[in-house]
């Protein structure tokens, strides 16, 4: 797998852009962790801290509705007493959001460690306009957990709620029940290690009604001889909807639950691999196939020294062949777990009950036998290998964690792609696109972007939600809700060869600019090569040189040329021509000289360093060129020369380390109090100017200052708003120095030919402070 650096977006540039919107929660509430979208009606439902909100799918700031939901006063006094923290702890926490009919939702919060759940009125159309909370309460316990810390997940199948939650205030009794409906309530068996050894459920699936199981996702502390040491591994959980639990043993408990260990982890070269342990989230893909969906799960390390994270992809067809394989069973002289080799009962232990297997219609009509084989034996020996047998994706070696992943199946040119969306606990997003290489199993994974959508840089991600028919991505968070499109076009630049670079699924070329990709448009000048991501052979006119810019430097100063690359995984190649010679010189990285991800940075300037530099993008072979700089190094003597007051440099590098540097001379004289304008300046450097030729006024005699900037705006095509600000006089220290010492430059300067006189009327002019940038 190959991992490619990248920019990230930062949170000014992504609201500039328009891409992200923000609600930033109400100053009493937090926990934005509970998301349920109804397309049907338009709205996003989120469960909070206290409150439940109700947005407009379509922007998030519009038409919001809100209700207050807190915990009594009484509960939040024994919450209190019972050692919980008040302010963070001892208020109702919305934890679970489900549809129940047409015209309500199911929900339940922590209550102060007083689990309670309600119904929540939506009305069966849009138009009713109905968000109200029932004045009805019931018991939360085995539906929401006590602990807002405590992770936990839900499903309502049927008006049936399935749920894996703590059932007391201590949060030792993890369990997985089944509440609501007509049936007496299930639950995991009790305090038994083998069933379930304690931590939390991240997901709930059930996405194929005619074979009537779900499956669970969770981690917990591994069993006994499992695992060396204490640690914390993945499950995969699955039972049957239609359990009904046993009639003398495993009384409204599970008869058909069964867990296998979800292995996600690189192969290590002398057979000791790195595992990723701790399961964060869950995504499940569907395919052409409804019955064998792909599932994405996100996995961080459990050691404290190696952090990390990694992506895993499972087939459901593999998860199946582990469930009907042997089963786990302890034997042999140290008690080990081995595979069962004896006599399994039939029908075999974890089959959902029907007339086709053995005519039972219920788990309570299940032989004896059956029922006291799954009591005993429920994990199964074999884990589920990921596909491929490794991660899809790894990342180490970096200052936040994986924690959220959805994932959005994207038509384009030259096939399907999966674009993942990566939440961290640093507040960030991760936009991902797998592509295969030799096969499907052997992925690529390209980053396409990193973008910073809370405001808060430590801010953990909760949540991550899809909208795919308008391609919306909706995040949770403790401070609020934010909402973004799932494409960027604009981001990558206006050339063909950055467009086809990138690749993006989202996004082609459309002969004028890179957009957003329709698979049912017919437009033949679309151009995209996802697999490949060569422009060669999508883009006809790749003769793009960059823009052309000069730029000034004085001797012993600092410079930094600033080029950065569209495409995220593209290289930046520097290169310098120096005068009369036609030849260009990569230019190499030492003390002086450094090369950075936005630029060419200068330490020190020489005479040598006087050239034309160009910036060059390389990736996939391609080299495009971005820019070309002629930078000019000005004498340090020359501006000692012209500028009163100013002490002699003079002496070279040597010199100057026993000096101030010059600019900040240059500096202090232009908030000199005497020197109340730019016209006081200029009419210096024109004094100096006339007396240096002779009093003739040389060939250029400029009387009024707006005449030499009029000219100079038009010459060299400067910036209308500085014009402006020239007829206005208001002056600045960064209108000076960009506008009026190029001038005295240009003053000061031998007399050129006229041809290379010509030649500087069509490039810019920038100087700045102590670095000077040229942006593309």
């Not at 405590?150 to 894996?164: Q, T, V």
């Not at 064998?292 to 992506?311: D, E, M």
């Not at 919306?472 to 934010?482: D, E, H, K, N």
């Not at 070279?652 to 300046?681: M, Q, T």
Request: net charge neutral; proline share 5%.
């Amino acid at each position: 797998t190959l991992f490619c650096t990248l920019s990230s977006f930062s949170l000014p540039e992504m609201l500039e852009s328009s891409n992200l919107i923000t609600f930033n929660g109400l100053a009493n509430s937090s926990s934005y962790d509970t998301f349920l979208l109804d397309e049907e009606r338009g709205r996003l439902l989120v469960g909070a801290e206290d409150h439940i909100f109700s947005f407009d799918l379509v922007n998030i700031n519009r038409d919001n509705k809100q209700i207050a939901w807190p915990a009594t006063p009484s509960k939040r006094d024994e919450c209190k007493w019972a050692g919980k923290d008040l302010g963070k702890e001892c208020s109702n926490f919305v934890r679970v959001l489900q549809p129940y009919n047409l015209t309500h939702l199911y929900i339940c919060g922590t209550g102060a460690f007083h689990p309670i759940c309600a119904y929540l009125e939506m009305g069966k159309r849009a138009e009713d306009n109905i968000f109200r909370l029932a004045s009805h309460f019931e018991n939360g316990r085995g539906k929401s957990p006590y602990d807002p810390k405590m992770l936990s997940a839900s499903l309502l199948i049927d008006g049936e709620l399935y749920s894996g939650t703590s059932a007391d205030f201590m949060g030792r009794d993890f369990a997985i029940f089944r509440t609501l409906g007509d049936h007496h309530p299930i639950r995991t068996e009790q305090h038994d290690s083998r069933w379930l050894n304690g931590k939390k459920i991240v997901f709930i699936s059930y996405d194929n009604p005619e074979d009537d199981k779900l499956f669970l996702f969770f981690k917990e502390n591994a069993m006994d001889g499992e695992h060396t040491g204490k640690a914390t591994i993945a499950r995969i959980a699955q039972l049957c909807k239609n359990d009904m639990g046993g009639h003398r043993s495993l009384v409204n408990k599970w008869t058909t639950f069964l867990k296998a260990r979800l292995i996600c982890s690189v192969p290590g070269v002398n057979g000791i691999d790195t595992h990723f342990d701790e399961l964060q989230d869950v995504f499940l893909m569907s395919s052409k196939d409804p019955k064998n969906p792909v599932i994405y799960a996100v996995f961080t390390t459990s050691s404290n020294i190696f952090k990390g994270s990694a992506v895993c992809m499972y087939s459901m067809a593999d998860i199946r062949r582990v469930f009907l394989g042997p089963y786990a069973h302890r034997d042999g002289p140290n008690y080990q777990w081995v595979p069962f080799q004896g006599r399994v009962p039939y029908p075999r232990p974890g089959t959902c009950p029907s007339k086709t297997f053995g005519g039972f219609d219920s788990t309570k009509d299940l032989p004896d036998d059956v029922i006291t084989f799954a009591r005993g034996h429920p994990a199964m020996y074999n884990p589920v290998h990921p596909i491929g047998g490794r991660p899809i994706m790894v990342r180490t070696d970096v200052d936040y964690q994986f924690s959220q992943l959805v994932v959005d199946r994207v038509e384009a040119e030259d096939g399907q792609y999966d674009v993942m969306f990566i939440g961290t606990d640093m507040g960030t997003v991760l936009k991902v696109v797998t592509i295969p290489r030799e096969t499907w199993h052997d992925l690529e994974e390209v980053v396409l972007e990193e973008m910073t959508v809370f405001r808060e840089h430590s801010v953990f991600m909760s949540l991550m939600f899809l909208w795919l028919s308008q391609q919306q991505l909706y995040l949770g968070s403790a401070l609020g809700v934010s909402q973004m499109s799932l494409h960027r076009c604009e981001v990558y630049g206006k050339a063909c060869a950055e467009c086809c670079l990138a690749r993006d699924p989202y996004c082609a070329w459309d002969g004028t600019e890179c957009s957003r990709y329709f698979p049912t448009a017919k437009r033949r000048t679309r151009r995209q090569d996802i697999r490949n991501g060569d422009p060669l052979s999508q883009c006809s006119d790749l003769q793009h040189h960059g823009t052309v810019m000069t730029v000034f430097g004085v001797e012993n100063s600092s410079m930094f040329l600033e080029c950065s690359p569209k495409s995220q995984r593209a290289l930046i190649y520097w290169q310098l021509q120096k005068p009369n010679d036609d030849r260009k010189h990569e230019i190499k990285v030492d003390d002086r000289v450094l090369h950075t991800d936005q630029g060419l940075l200068i330490r020190s300037l020489t005479q040598s360093d006087t050239g034309v530099y160009h910036c060059q993008a390389v990736e996939h072979g391609f080299i495009q060129p971005l820019l070309r700089l002629n930078l000019q190094v000005i004498p340090t003597q020359r501006l000692s020369d012209i500028l009163p007051g100013l002490p002699s440099v003079g002496g070279g590098i040597g010199h100057a380390a026993k000096h101030r540097l010059w600019y900040r001379d240059f500096l202090s004289l232009l908030d000199h109090p005497d020197l109340n304008s730019v016209e006081e300046f200029c009419d210096q450097v024109w004094k100096k100017e006339k007396i240096r030729r002779d009093g003739t006024g040389g060939p250029m005699s400029f009387k009024d200052p707006h005449v030499v900037f009029e000219r100079k705006h038009r010459d060299a095509d400067m910036q209308p708003d500085l014009h402006t600000h020239a007829q206005t006089h208001k002056y600045t220290h960064k209108y000076i120095l960009q506008i009026v010492y190029p001038m005295y430059v240009s003053l000061t300067s031998p007399q050129q030919q006229p041809e290379q006189k010509n030649k500087n009327k069509t490039s810019n002019t920038l100087l700045g402070r102590n670095t000077l940038t040229a942006n593309m």
